[in-house]
């Protein structure tokens, strides 16, 4: 038989999936990449390169410097903005640095699709679960997460198709080769406080 866990989703902290929701829209992602690839640009300047309003660069800029990820500096009557992680936000530094990687290697469209993976705490502990012991089945990680079986259905059906958790047997367990992203995020939460893990099915 197995046991159930007692790892919930409040046990996290809400900073990996709300940064996650800031960083997995188009818009900001675009904003993000002129930051990094022209430091100290503008708002103007910003809108100019990634063919958005102003008002709602400025907005989306906001939004990324909320999560830790941008510094801002006035110069003269100008705002500029630059890729340097808050050092009051742990994560910020791992996100930015393997950010600026996926970005580089990756089309946008493959980097918000990791993106998405971790924008709900519910997959996050699922994730730290699996972490924790491994491979699980399906009755096991319900009673862990506290959520009907088909809610769970659709957060691994959706970690499976972002190659993060693949069926094993009665099971599921870790992707053996997730991306490097994707990678970043799972070492992130595997340094998140937790309780025990469930065990695993003889």
């Given at each position: ?179 490097r992203l994707a990678e970043t995020f799972l070492t992130l939460i595997a340094l998140e406080p937790s309780s025990n893990a469930p065990a695993a099915s003889p």
């Amino acid at each position: 038989m197995t046991e159930r866990a007692d790892i919930h989703s409040d046990d996290y902290r809400p900073t990996i999936w709300r940064t996650c929701r800031v960083l997995a829209n188009p818009h900001r992602l675009a904003c993000l990449r002129v930051v990094i690839d022209s430091p100290a640009s503008s708002v103007d300047e910003i809108a100019a390169l990634t063919h958005l309003p102003p008002n709602k660069v400025s907005m989306h800029l906001r939004a990324l410097q909320s999560r830790g990820l941008l510094h801002a500096s006035r110069e003269s009557r100008w705002v500029r903005y630059h890729p340097q992680p808050d050092p009051l936000v742990p994560s910020a530094y791992p996100i930015l640095a393997a950010m600026r990687v996926a970005l580089r290697l990756q089309r946008d469209p493959e980097v918000l699709r990791t993106l998405t993976a971790f924008t709900h705490p519910r997959r996050l502990t699922l994730l730290r679960c699996l972490q924790l012991s491994a491979p699980l089945p399906e009755e096991t990680l319900s009673g862990t997460l506290r959520i009907s079986p088909p809610a769970l259905w659709r957060h691994l059906r959706k970690l499976a198709s972002r190659h993060l958790v693949v069926r094993c047997g009665e099971g599921w367990r870790l992707h053996q080769r997730p991306s490097r992203l994707a990678e970043t995020f799972l070492t992130l939460i595997a340094l998140e406080p937790s309780s025990n893990a469930p065990a695993a099915s003889p």
